[in-house]
């Protein structure tokens, strides 16, 4: 084995795989360093991967080259799109994976690389002054590397909280990283605390399905990846929804003081969206119920992921709650719920690259940046490994933009804004969404990942013959059929003006897509072509649209600010955004637009205050 690398990745979690895979996909040589081989790609808590706003993150990655998609459809036991009533750009896929065929997805995809996989803790950093070349490890190796990516998860100083025990843990059964989060803070970076919980694992076969509504998969079922997709599906199961009740809730009350959560134990913030069962009967004080997925983990597994009552009360209070809810009245427990608080880095901290400020050559990725979610730790590891791999080749840095990408959005937002809670994705942080679906992450991005060295010639090939295949498709003639009447949305018989086209007839918002799909008695086979074209059609007015304004926002957004600008001279700025500017020293007016609180007008202050300096510069 090696120990000098091209790159060298810390932490096997999603954001790890993810940059070794792309360094891996670049050619360059990489180690990939973790406490154990048995947890790389293990999913710490709910085991599903996609839902609202993620799935567009897991497109995205499998379009540049990334495995999570893969792994999903080799584990997944349960598909369902969600946001169906809505409209294209905010529907998601969600899918629901058996957690050990998941991980074994991974290590599998792995296997078939290069990457050396090295076990150890990584307890320094290799440096001098600010330049980072390799890690040390608890036995004393040393693992060079021209790039060191640091992907640690909830690991760095982690401590687990039930009720009134504290243990030092990343997750449940698995040591925290102390002596790097001392490292680290030794160097003085900018760090904080988060938290974050996971419900108690339960027996399956303890509970009473029967009193719970079940919850089908979607049929025909679809798959994640685009990339690449298995012969067939794993055996699909059903989840169960049953809810909390007012006894579940006075349980709960009566032992709050008691929850590591609210016993002032715990000092990091939370995710908001993902609260705790102690969380929600408090903040919604008014609502007496509350609805939990009952997912089950696996194939032949007789365990379940109570999706929706994470918790840190202390065990006999967790057995309590559980029992009064119907059809877990003899839950088995297997495992109890716990929160974890760990150590982030202020993600502002770091280029739009993924390369840290304070150190060259040395990246951070996922959890430790402040986000959560698997989809989002991948998404970030995929970028530093692309970044790495072409600061290597001495290539310019791959940054998507905003109006490209949910993954330029992620890393934006991280970059810019920083982070005051855990940090989740949501299709209303994309302000161009309508462009940007779970859908088209190919047609966005793949010709991107091919420049960045991350799909094979293959792949851009056959997704240059799928891309001539739909165009075929459309110029048929077959949209020119023309119509006088169509179905909508409720099933009501529209009568047209005149005999119209349905090409035109589609970029009506009420039109039935079924209804056409009869129409036109669509094969099969062309099924996906239609489908296709029927949401470009209907979408495209607002999506030129959008387009036009992202062009026009381009130039003015790429104006660069001086550097010895002086906000507080600018008459019209009120004093929080003058603050929050001279915070931040926005390098370009697109940076200082996408500060909060940074309206339109103040952008506009801005710009009118550098023309006239460039005015009085050029008279001077
Ligand atoms: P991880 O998946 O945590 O991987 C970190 C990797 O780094 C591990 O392989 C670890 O072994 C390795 N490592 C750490 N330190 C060292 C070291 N010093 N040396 C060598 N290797 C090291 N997300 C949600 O979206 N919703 C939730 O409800 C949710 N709940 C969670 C509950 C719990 C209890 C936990 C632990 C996590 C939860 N998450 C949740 C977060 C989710 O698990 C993470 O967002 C995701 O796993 C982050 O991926 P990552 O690659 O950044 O880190």
Redesign the pocket.
Known sequence: MNTKYDVVV????????EAAHAVYRNGLSCAL????YK??G?????PAIGGLG?SHLVREVDAMGGIMAQATDISGIQYRTLNTRKGNAVQALRVQCDRELYKKGIQDILKKTDIDIIE????DLISNQDIVSG?L?SDNREIIGKKTIL??????N?I?YTGQDKIQG???G?E??I??SKKLYNLKLPMGRLK???PARIKMSSLDLSVMAEQKGEMPTPWMAISKQPTEHKKQLSCYITRTNKTTHKIIQKNIHLSAMYSGNISGIG?RY?PSIEDKVFKFESKDSHQIFIEPEGINKDLVYPNGI?TSLPKTAQEDFIYSILGMENSLIEEYG???E?DFIDPRSIKPSMETKFFKNFYL?????G????????A??LMAGANAANSIKQKEPLILERSEAYIGVLIDDLTTHGVTE?Y?MFTSRAEHRLMLSQNNAEQRLLKIAQRADLVSTKRADNFDAKEKIYQKYLETKILNKKIKTYTNLNNEQIELKEKTSIGTVLKRTDVSKENIIKILETKNSDLHLLNRAMVEIKYSGYIDKQKREVAKNKKQNLKEIPLNIKYSSITGLSNEVKEKLNKSLPTTIGAAARIEGVTPAAINLILVHIKKAELQSLNA
Do not use: D, W
């Not at 810390?10 to 795989?17: C, N």
């Not at 360093?33 to 154990?36: N, P």
């Open positions: 810390v932490g096997g979690g999603h954001a790890g795989v360093v973790s406490f154990s947890t790389i293990q999913m710490s808590c709910n993620k150890g803790e990584v307890v890690v490890l992907t640690t998860g909830t690991f760095l982690g687990m990343g997750r449940v698995e925290a990283s002596p790097l974050t919980g996971t995710p993902c994470s716990y929160a974890v760990y990725a996922g959890q430790i940046n986000t959560t979610g698997y989809e989002e730790a991948a970030q590891g855990p989740r």
